[in-house]
């Protein structure tokens, strides 16, 4: 009985923000420096496409990539948690709600490293976009391409 219960409590939950025009996609929990102009436009990307965003303003992102354990050796601009997975960087929101779909096992997240020009938050004008690959890795070390991009278009 009490499982019912809550399953429909979800159920309405769920009805009454999808009535209300609320987004479906998990919370994105992003830590960035607030004078950072592509973080922003990363930040803008991920809302177009959808996510909820708590934007955590920060001297340093350090200390939640750290707790998130995303390598060093990936790092870019900013550091991002979405339904137990850990963001590095200019991910494209198609990547993320990949991953979220798929739930590879062992990943614990997605990184972009470096700012490649093109990819969300990274547009300049004129210039042309690079191709770049999104990066899934594991608590072990383990490295591999999730996807690739040019600009913002999978390739």
Same mark, same amino acid.
């Given at each position: ?6 399953? /429909? ?10 009535? $209300? ?14 004078? !950072? &102009?592509?973080?922003? %436009? ?7 496409? %959808? ?7 920060? /001297? $340093? ?14 790092? $870019? !601009? ?27 096992? %062992?990943?614990? @997240? ?10 969300? @938050? ?13 990066? /899934?890795?594991? &608590? ?10 040019? %600009? $913002?278009? /999978?390739?």
């Amino acid at each position: 009985m009490r499982r019912r219960l809550l399953l /429909a409590a979800l159920a309405a939950t769920g009805a009454a923000g999808a009535a $209300s025009g609320q987004s479906t996609q998990p919370l994105l929990r992003v830590w960035r420096d607030p004078n !950072c &102009g592509c973080c922003t %436009g990363w930040v803008d990307h991920m809302r177009a496409a %959808g996510f909820r965003v708590e934007d955590n303003l920060v /001297a $340093s992102p350090a200390p939640a990539r750290r707790m998130l354990g995303i390598p060093s050796d990936l790092l $870019s !601009c900013h550091a991002a948690a979405v339904d137990g997975y850990a963001l590095e960087g200019h991910v494209p929101a198609q990547a993320v709600r990949r991953l979220l779909a798929e739930r590879p096992a %062992g990943v614990r @997240g997605l990184a972009v490293p470096a700012m490649p020009t093109g990819s969300p @938050g990274m547009e300049v004008p004129d210039e042309p976009d690079d191709t770049y690959d999104v990066v /899934a890795f594991d &608590g072990g070390g383990g490295r591999s391409v999730f996807m690739r991009f040019q %600009g $913002s278009r /999978a390739v």
